[in-house]
C-alpha cells in the first residue's frame, strides 16, 4: 500500500501524480483501456524510492540509538 498521494511527505512525486491526474482526468474509456498504466507506474515507482528512503533513514536512526543504549548499559555494568 502507497501512503495518501497528496500529503506534505510526497514532495517528490508531484510531477510524475500531476501527470496520473492529468490522464485520469480524460475520462474513464482513457483508463478502462489501459492508456494511464505507465503514469501509474511511475507514480508507484517514485512513490517506493522515497519509502527505501525514508525506510533507510530510520534504520540509521534507530541503529544510533541502539549504540547509545548499549554504551549507557556498558557503563552501567563498568561501574556495578
Request: with cysteine.
Amino acid at each position: 500500500m502507497h501512503p495518501h498521494l497528496h500529503t506534505k511527505d510526497n514532495t517528490g512525486c508531484e510531477e510524475v501524480m500531476a501527470a496520473l491526474d492529468e490522464c485520469h482526468a480524460r475520462g474513464f474509456l482513457w483508463k478502462a483501456v489501459g492508456m494511464c498504466n505507465e503514469a501509474k507506474h511511475n507514480v508507484n515507482m517514485c512513490l517506493r524510492a522515497e519509502r527505501l528512503q525514508r525506510t533507510a533513514q530510520n534504520r540509521a536512526i534507530a541503529k544510533a540509538e541502539r549504540a547509545k543504549i548499549q554504551a549507557k548499559w556498558k557503563e552501567i555494568d563498568a561501574n556495578s
